[in-house]
């Protein structure tokens, strides 16, 4: 199983950005996908997640400005980020729970606020 992040770059505060996951890599199913992300010196912290359920959960810090959203057909999760701060800046890590096998993660794609 492999995870495709891409989207990311500079960005200016109070601007948008989407970033984008694909999953590929033979038959599986999966149960949750999101993003997690990492500023230098922090641990890597939720963003936010959705399930099977449709069930959402996001970061306090996101809440209102950031959107996760899937297309099961692509296996793909997508990261809808309006209203950027600076301390938003971070890796962003998108990550699929498959059913049967666990946690599985991208390399990771860097974005950076700042005007």
């Known amino acids: 199983v492999q995870l495709q992040a891409s989207g990311g770059g500079l960005a200016q505060p109070g601007g948008s950005q989407r970033l984008s996951c694909v999953v590929s890599?033979?038959?599986?199913?999966?149960?949750?996908m999101g993003w997690y992300r990492q500023a230098p010196g922090k641990p890597r912290e939720l963003v936010g997640r959705?399930?099977?359920?449709?069930?959402?959960t996001y970061s306090d810090s996101v809440k209102g400005r950031f959107t996760v959203s899937r297309d099961n057909a692509k296996n793909a999760v997508y990261l809808e980020m309006n209203g950027l701060k600076p301390e938003d800046t971070a890796v962003y890590y998108c990550?699929?729970?498959?059913?049967?096998?666990?946690?599985?993660w991208g390399k990771g794609t860097q974005v950076t606020v700042s005007s």
């Open positions: 990550f699929a729970h498959v059913v049967g096998r666990g946690n599985y």
């Open positions: 890599g033979g038959q599986f199913v999966i149960n949750v």
């Open positions: 959705l399930n099977n359920a449709d069930v959402y």
